[in-house]
Nanobody, 120 residues
Framework: QVQLVESGGGLVQAGGSLRLSCAAS????????MGWFRQAPGKEREFVAK????????YYGDSVKGRFTISRDDAKNTVYLQMNSLKPEDTAVYYC?????????????WGQGTQVTVSS
């Protein structure tokens, strides 16, 4: 089992920045590939970014490429999502998730989510 807890969400003006954190506990964090997803009201869950177990590979959704950066600190059992140049359409609940597979991820563990609201 892996428990995931997100934090760092909040209200920010368009053009601003936020850094989300996802703290993991339980099974060995460093063996998991980690992902960030988001879900806006009335919309389907959207993939945001993922990072592999050793932090050497990352992948981003088209809507955030060039603005968001995913990273991890295994010493702190934490994965981060740095979000810059935020837009109102980035408003959503953001979730982190853990997968033991990379190419075709199967996210077995999810956090409870943190709300990000971007005002225009």
């Amino acid at each position: 089992q892996v428990q995931l807890v997100e934090s760092g969400g909040g209200l920010v003006q368009a053009g601003g920045s936020l850094r989300l954190s996802c703290a993991a506990s339980g099974r060995t964090f460093s063996s998991f590939h980690m992902g960030w997803f988001r879900q806006a009201p009335g919309k389907e869950r959207e993939f945001v970014a993922k990072i592999n177990w050793n932090g050497l590979s990352t992948y981003y959704g088209d809507s955030v490429k060039g603005r968001f950066t995913i990273s991890r600190d295994d010493a702190k059992n934490t994965v981060y999502l740095q979000m810059n140049s935020l837009k109102p359409e980035d408003t959503a609940v953001y979730y982190c998730a853990a997968s033991q597979t990379w190419t075709v991820p199967k996210y077995d563990y999810w956090g409870q989510g943190t709300q990000v609201t971007v005002s225009s």
